[in-house]
């Protein structure tokens, strides 16, 4: 059964901090990765997509890498900004699982002004 | 272009009602997938459906149920609602997958929803 873990669960940092958010997941099976972003009360606004045969993908000041043979992914996000506040989340298909996704717990961030 | 579109948003019911929420997905999607959020569990997937039959089933007892109506159009349903129900709903839309693979010219991302916030007292 694929589990995904996301670290560390929360993070706080100054406004124009690099940071890096980690994800793992224990099956490498995966067709593709994706992240998202929640804001409190809301719905999940899609980050980046990245599938199983491609490394990186990149969206503005977003950054996200996946390594699939160790089963982890990470997400950069460049000089933070308040409004970068909210939890992220990784989820990821596996080949046969159609539009089911797994999801990490997520990582609540908070950029201080 | 329209996002997805689920309603109602915020909804209160009490132990053994039914509800019934909704979603519209982003034009051209034919995959409808559903998800529930809750503080201790996280985000479980319920079910999806892809041209009006349910393609997936999550581990969730039988008094959820969903339907997709010709327009893509999404319904979930909860009979006999307990406390533990309350949560917040999300649909999820996509063009679909065939077999392993995203439908030809799309890449398999999911667009969430606003989701619907289903409080049982």
């Known amino acids: 059964k694929q589990e995904v873990t996301q670290i560390p669960a929360a993070l706080s940092v100054p406004e124009g901090e690099n940071l890096v958010l980690n994800c793992s997941f224990t099956?490498?099976?995966?067709?593709?990765l994706q992240w998202f972003r929640q804001d409190p009360g809301k719905g999940l606004t899609s980050l980046l997509l990245?599938?199983?045969?491609?490394r990186e993908q990149t969206s503005g000041r977003l950054n996200a890498s996946l390594d699939k043979s160790s089963g982890r992914s990470t997400l950069y996000i460049a000089a933070s900004q308040p409004g970068d506040s909210a939890t992220y989340l990784c989820?990821?298909?596996?080949?046969?699982?159609?539009?089911?996704?797994?999801f990490g717990e997520g990582t609540q961030l908070t950029v201080n002004p | 272009k329209a996002g997805v579109t689920q309603t109602p948003r915020y909804l209160i019911k009490t132990r053994g009602q039914q509800v019934t929420l909704s979603c519209s997905p982003i034009?051209?999607?034919?995959?409808v997938s559903w998800y529930q959020q809750t503080p201790g569990q996280g985000l479980q997937f319920l079910f999806e459906?892809?041209?009006?039959?349910?393609?997936n089933k999550g581990n969730f007892p039988g008094r959820f149920s969903g339907r997709q109506f010709s327009n893509s159009r999404s319904e979930m349903n909860v009979s006999t609602l307990e406390l533990g129900d309350s949560a917040l709903y999300l649909c999820?839309?996509?063009?679909?997958?065939?077999?392993?693979?995203?439908?030809?010219?799309?890449?398999?991302?999911?667009?969430f929803g606003e989701g619907s916030r289903l409080t049982v007292l």
């Open positions: 989820a990821v298909r596996e080949g046969t699982s159609g539009s089911r996704l797994t």
């Open positions: 099956d490498s099976a995966i067709y593709n």
């Open positions: 990245i599938q199983s045969s491609q």
């Open positions: 459906y892809f041209s009006e039959t349910q393609r």
């Open positions: 034009s051209g999607h034919r995959s």
């Open positions: 999820a839309s996509s063009f679909g997958f065939t077999g392993h693979s995203p439908v030809a010219g799309s890449t398999g991302e999911l667009f």
